[in-house]
């Protein structure tokens, strides 16, 4: 099993981005994104879940996840970026049924990505 993410770069603040993330070999009831910024602790970001979509309260009304079943990826469209969003981007998965207490927990997830570098300048 694979989750191969993409899409990050370097952007202005106030620009958007969207990231990707595809998986081979095994499709996921519960997709999440997750980010470290330089010195810092990975962070969640969001998660969807049978199509609930859960948000750290940071993010929310800028960032949007979404998945596309038949393709097995999920995205997040990321608005109005801050220079304090930058970190690298990891997408996570996990076939079980996480309790939504449970979603932000790294732990949680049992598959990872490689991540992809987000550079917001101000």
């Known amino acids: 099993v694979q989750l191969q993410a993409s899409g990050g770069g370097l952007v202005q603040a106030g620009d958007s981005l969207r990231l990707s993330c595809a998986a081979s070999g095994r499709t996921f009831r519960t997709w999440g994104w997750f980010r470290q910024a330089p010195g810092k602790e990975r962070e969640f970001v969001a998660v969807?879940?049978?199509?609930?979509?859960y948000y750290a309260d940071s993010m929310k009304g800028r960032f949007t996840i979404s998945r596309d079943n038949a393709k097995n990826t999920v995205a997040m469209q990321m608005n109005n970026l801050k220079p304090e969003d930058t970190g690298t981007y990891f997408c996570a998965a996990t076939m079980n049924h996480v309790i939504v207490s449970r979603l932000p927990d790294r732990s949680a997830y049992d598959f990872w990505g490689q991540g992809t570098l987000v550079t917001v300048s101000s």
């Open positions: 969807i879940r049978a199509g609930n979509t």
